[in-house]
């Protein structure tokens, strides 16, 4: 068990809507990350808060976002949805953003768009 | 940008047996780390190793120990007395050293998918 929880574990829901994954990072670590598993893509790097603020972006789509709240805890809003939106989403979190860390992902969400 | 090639998508090895998968990289930078991450069915990210490229050390981590060649940008990974636990995608991952935004995400490969075989 790395820490790093995720809710909820499956989801599935129909094309055109919207969903919120949540994550809650290892006690006291302050950085998110969000990544997308995909069969045809591998896994990529989506976006990463620091303790609230947005760090950078990778490969998100304009239909994805993303936020940190004060007690730390992230949300991925995924909206109009698509059947290529069905992939594994992980979070993982590390202490600090600093250069030595490591990041321990969680279990992953499992979305499925019909 | 970096990127990270595994060119072996699936292996198999004999139980009790060494396998050793391979990860190369490209990069411009001087400093960065380098991670194996192995995916059992469960689908969790399980941390195996990591290297620092400032170390010329090999790291190793119990029965895990990997063969890392700046020079050539290779990172290869080697799974002594393998054991059935150990089947699972393993995915070679590269992360800078340095960020000046503070943002250290990874860049993995496509992922070894290793059989092990009673």
């Known amino acids: 068990d790395s820490g790093v929880t995720q809710t909820p574990k499956h989801l599935i829901t129909a094309t055109g809507q919207r969903v919120t994954l949540r994550c809650s990072p290892r006690?006291?670590?302050?950085?998110v990350y969000w990544y997308q598993q995909s069969l045809d893509q591998g896994l990529q790097f989506l976006i990463q808060?620091?303790?609230?603020?947005?760090?950078a972006k990778g490969n998100i789509l304009e239909r994805f976002s993303a936020q940190q709240f004060p007690d730390l805890h992230s949300e991925l809003n995924l909206s109009s949805l698509e059947l290529g939106d069905s992939a594994l989403y992980f979070c993982a979190s590390s202490p600090g953003g600093g250069q030595a860390d490591t990041q321990y992902f969680g279990p992953g969400t499992r979305l499925t768009v019909l | 940008a970096q990127t990270v090639t595994q060119s072996q998508p699936e292996m198999s090895v004999q139980e009790a047996e060494t396998v050793t998968l391979s990860c190369t990289y490209d990069?411009?930078?001087?400093?960065?780390?380098l991670f194996w991450y192995k995916q059992p069915p469960s689908r969790q990210m399980i941390l195996v190793i990591r290297?620092?490229?400032?170390?010329?050390q090999n790291a190793t981590e119990n029965r895990f120990s990997v063969n890392f060649q700046k020079a050539a940008k290779s990172f290869s990974l080697k799974i002594s007395d393998s054991q059935l636990g150990d089947a699972a995608m393993y995915f070679c991952a590269y992360r800078n050293f340095y960020s000046g935004a503070g943002s250290y995400q990874l860049t993995f490969g496509k992922g070894t998918k290793l059989s092990v075989i009673p």
């Open positions: 006690s006291g670590d302050l950085s």
């Open positions: 990069t411009s930078e001087s400093d960065y780390y």
């Open positions: 808060y620091y303790n609230g603020e947005e760090r």
């Open positions: 290297q620092e490229a400032y170390k010329q």
